[in-house]
Each structure stands twice: as C-alpha cells, then as structure tokens.
C-alpha cells in the first residue's frame, strides 16, 4: 500500500521530494510525458490515518498496562512521534489518476479528423 506514486500515462517515478513540492495541487503535468494528471490524497490518508489511531490506541492501553507510573505527557510524547511517523509517510498515500478530459481531448480530435476525411 505505501509506495511513491508513478505518472499513470508512462508510469514515470516520482520521487519523496517531488510530492512534498505537489503538496496543495490538485493536478500536475507530467514532468516526463507533459500530460496532467489528478493528485489524489484522501483515500490514502484516511486509511494511513485510521490505521494510525488503532495503533496509538492499541498502544497507549498496552503501555500504560506494563509501564508502572506512566503520566500523560508520557502518552502524549508517544502520541506526538506516531502522528509525525504518519506525517512522513504521506507522500506514499498519494495517487495519481488519468484526467478523463485528456482521454476524450484526444478521442474528439481524431473523431473530427475522420469525419474530415469522409467529407472530402
Ligand atoms: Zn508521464
């Protein structure tokens, strides 16, 4: 599930930096084949984010059971260091999908040439 997203037209990889600067896009060209793209964040991180909490959960219960004396602000560091864990591993939520437009763009064009052709 967590791996770097690659261009969906000619699956050019992305690298860690590349998504952090497509951080707040919706879409981007690609740097390879120059077709855009949608940038797709939620799911991933939902899931990533879901996940998280079960464990922090998970966690905090198993050690507040084993570890004699530990306060809040113990739980609270522990807490802090799983949700910047989660933080860095964002760039490998993210997705990118093919544009419909880009597909039909290209389909219309060639369809008007056809057409061009038969009234010739
Ligand atoms: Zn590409």
Sequence with gaps: ????????YCKAVY?????????????ENCHHCKRSFRISRVRGRVILIS?????LIGLNILLMNIVEGLTVL???IITVILIAGCVL????????????????KTDSTKGKKLKRKKLS
């Design 15 to 27: 690298r860690y930096g590349d998504i952090r600067r497509l951080e707040g896009k919706k879409s």
């Design 89 to 104: 591993l964002f760039p490998y939520t993210v997705r990118f999908y093919e544009i419909d437009g880009e597909r039909k």
């Design 51 to 55: 996940c998280a909490a079960v464990l």
């Design 74 to 76: 113990g739980c609270f």
């Design 1 to 8: 599930m967590l791996r770097l997203p690659v261009c969906p």
